[in-house]
């Protein structure tokens, strides 16, 4: 049985942008998509009936924080997590490696896979590629990935290769370990900001990408057009017939630079951290409502969307919740900003349609480019 499937319905003729249609066992995913981040089993401070309204058609969960709690083992018992956290739509859990990386401060990577000290109590745990490969099928989610090696900005070539290595031969483990013929695994091409070393990663990884693939280290400190210039000289390499991630990139004009270079699917919890520390995107720029020039706007946060924060709320009213602390307030700006970039996806897809993704992107940097 064919659990998952690509179909590239149009390509923009002046860009490469790309539209299309991922099959998933729990539903099509329309591309270019964002994906918003729900790190614990849950997008922070929005009802997924909501997430569904504002457009999300799949959502991300962690790995390394659902092992530590409540357990992969226990999601398995509730029926894995579409049936713990009632999502019937798609999911998709990254492999947990970048967290082991940024969050633990004792952490040694050896050949076998990475000891690590949990951050929340300082328990020791070992996650090789086969043991998450277990986690993650157990927490049974549509696309899964493999356990990589996120080198770190300012590496020397010599490291970032070590790192590049570790992750093919991690990647092999993982093929070996997987025995769920209804979950897709993601390679993760690695390799730093060395063009030789990402192409190399990129060869090594092709062959294992038989339902999508995933680029990983990118957006990690770097400046943008460096992000941009990798983009550039793997699209031509990339597979066509499979979907392209680009990991933990998420902001609107990441979007678009990333969707001009090929891409077709995006993840990041910006969206919802600016919310929380009262940041919105709108159509004609950020806003920092709780600026003190909003205190008696009594206007829509974004005249332009048509969410329920924007339809029933003044901006002097979000920032009154803002700066007092109410969750409403985060929660309001969480659900705006996650269907801003929704319909941001959505009118590429339209503007790749109609070959004029240039002319979209020109016409939203005109607007978007102002803060206040």
């Known amino acids: 049985m064919k659990y998952f499937g690509f179909e590239l319905q149009h390509v923009d003729k002046y860009t490469g942008a790309r539209a299309g249609v991922f099959h998933t066992p729990h539903g099509d995913i329309k591309t270019p998509v964002y994906m918003p ?37 226990l999601v398995k018992k509730a029926g894995g ?3 713990f956290m009632n999502w019937d739509k798609p999911i998709l859990t990254d492999s947990g490696g970048f967290q082991v990386f940024s969050l633990t401060k004792l952490n040694k990577i050896k050949e076998e896979g990475v000891y690590f000290n949990s951050h929340i109590d300082g328990s020791k745990h070992l996650f090789t590629p086969e043991k998450v490969m277990s986690i993650e099928e157990n927490l049974g989610a549509d696309i899964i990935m493999q356990l990589d090696q996120c080198s770190e900005y300012g590496y020397t070539h010599a490291q970032a290769e070590a790192a590049m290595d570790k992750t093919s031969r991690w990647l092999e483990r993982c093929i070996s ?11 993760i091409v690695q390799g730093n900001m060395y063009d030789d070393l990402r192409l190399e990663s990129l060869r090594r990884a092709k062959p294992f990408a038989t339902d999508g693939i995933a680029i990983g280290g990118l957006s990690v400190g770097e400046p943008k057009n460096r992000m941009y210039e990798i983009l550039e000289l793997l699209r031509p390499e990339l597979p066509e017939s499979v979907p392209r991630y680009l990991m933990g990139v998420g902001s609107p004009d990441c979007l678009i630079e990333g969707v001009k270079r090929g891409v077709d699917m995006f993840d990041c919890v910006l969206a919802t951290r600016i919310a929380r520390n009262g940041t919105a995107f709108t159509s004609e720029g950020k806003r920092v409502v709780r600026n003190a020039v909003y205190s008696e706007d009594f206007t829509p946060l974004d005249k332009n969307c048509g969410c329920y924060c924007c339809k029933n709320y003044t901006k002097a009213y979000l920032r009154h919740l803002i700066n007092v602390n109410e969750m409403l307030g985060s929660m309001l700006l969480s659900l705006h900003n996650i269907t801003f970039l929704h319909k941001l996806m959505s009118e590429m897809r339209e503007a790749i349609f109609a070959d004029s993704l240039n002319d979209f992107a020109k016409e939203f940097y005109s607007l978007f480019g102002k803060e206040s």
């Open 37 to 73: 981040v729900g790190t614990q089993a849950t997008v922070k401070g929005v009802y997924p009936k909501d997430l569904k309204e504002a457009g999300s058609q799949i959502i991300l969960s962690n790995t390394y924080h659902l092992y530590l709690r409540p357990g992969d083992e």
């Open 81 to 83: 997590l579409h049936k």
């Open 177 to 187: 370990a997987k025995t769920r013929d209804d979950q897709a695994l993601f390679p």
